[in-house]
């Protein structure tokens, strides 16, 4: 009877024991050996300057696949990156993410970036990322000419971007100057043509233009028959197209190619501030963002934007990246302060 007992006794220790073990032990881990319960710090911040409703798409998704949260501030190019200048090391912000190059050029030239992670740097061909590898790569748009069919046809179309600066095309094109999306195209150019090619195509440009506040509005302006045609974004037609069609029925697009200035396709940009309390979450958004599931999102949803990262193709509806002919511009070379200071001076700002 005591030998029973004793063995009784020695079971239900082992028992504890284990169940002991298996408390200090905390959650299972998934099949990736990561735990399923998120650590309560796993919160990061983004400071957005892309379109709102693209960066939700991606942050729902990004919340839903990781269960990290993300915190995200709007505003556009130069609020945002000035304002992360001005906050320095001690900003909030884990990732930034632009509509526009220069703007992350701005804030790599401050030195506030670090590393965007291994992941999302091999998601990203070089020529969708700075030589630099500060940030990579998120989107693409193209620079196009939209013009009214009413008013132009085929033939009476600019064969370069640098043709409006002919007094021929006084008062009959468009664009919005105090925008960050022209401001990147003349970042281009200067970087294409020189600093002395451009202040000559902006001075002429200040006599030729009609200036619009926003893409939209100058492409509603070429649809109206008020201009003959407007250097935007190419998304913005699709965009439209893609809805009512109401404000461009009438416009059409014209692709310079020919590695044009006009052809310019500037990078949406993403990165990881040096600043972060979050580097691994941070990255793993940017990972995300360029990985298959969140260029995806531009692939099948209504930004009409380009997808740059891990080989998915564009929306059907575009024309394919490969055959815009697109001058070949290192993102890391534009700069937005010598942009302003030059249409400044032209009377454009």
Request: negative net charge; aromatic residues 8%; proline residues 5%.
């Amino acid at each position: 009877m005591n030998r029973r007992l004793r063995l009784l006794s020695a079971t239900a220790a082992a028992a504890v024991a284990a169940l002991t073990l298996a408390a200090c032990s905390g959650p299972a881990a998934t099949d990736g050996g990561s735990s399923t319960t998120k650590p309560s710090d796993e919160t990061i911040t983004v400071y957005n300057a892309q379109h709102e409703t693209l960066t939700k798409e991606w942050i729902d998704a990004f919340e839903k696949e990781t269960g990290i949260e993300v915190q995200v501030r709007n505003g556009d190019d130069t609020e945002m990156s000035n304002q992360i200048i001005q906050e320095g090391d001690r900003s909030p912000a884990d990732v930034f993410l632009t509509e526009n190059s220069p703007s992350m050029t701005a804030v790599e030239k401050a030195g506030l970036f670090t590393s965007p992670g291994e992941e999302a740097l091999k998601n990203v061909p070089e020529q969708y990322r700075p030589s630099s590898e500060k940030w990579v790569g998120i989107a693409a748009r193209s620079t196009v000419f939209a013009y009214n069919t009413t008013k132009l046809t085929e033939a009476q179309l600019p064969k370069s971007m640098m043709d409006l600066a002919d007094p021929a095309w006084k008062g009959r094109w468009a664009a919005s100057p105090s925008g960050a999306d022209f401001q990147a195209i003349v970042s281009a150019l200067v970087q294409l043509k020189g600093e002395k090619a451009a202040e000559s195509w902006l001075q002429a440009m200040k006599t030729n233009s009609v200036a619009y506040k926003g893409n939209s509005t100058a492409m509603k302006a070429v649809n109206a028959g008020e201009i003959d045609g407007a250097i935007i974004y190419h998304y913005y037609w699709f965009g439209d197209q893609a809805q009512t069609g109401e404000n461009s029925k009438n416009v059409v697009l014209h692709y310079f190619k020919n590695q044009d200035p006009g052809a310019f396709v500037s990078i949406s940009g993403g990165g990881v501030l040096k600043s972060t309390k979050h580097k691994a979450a941070a990255q793993k958004f940017l990972a995300f963002i360029t990985g298959k599931k969140g260029q995806e999102v531009l692939q099948n949803g209504t930004s009409f934007e380009y997808p740059v990262g891990s080989d998915v193709p564009a929306n059907s509806d575009l024309v394919p990246l490969t055959d815009l002919d697109a001058p070949k511009i290192d993102p890391a070379t534009l700069n937005s302060k010598k942009v302003t200071d030059l249409m400044t001076q032209a009377g454009l700002l």
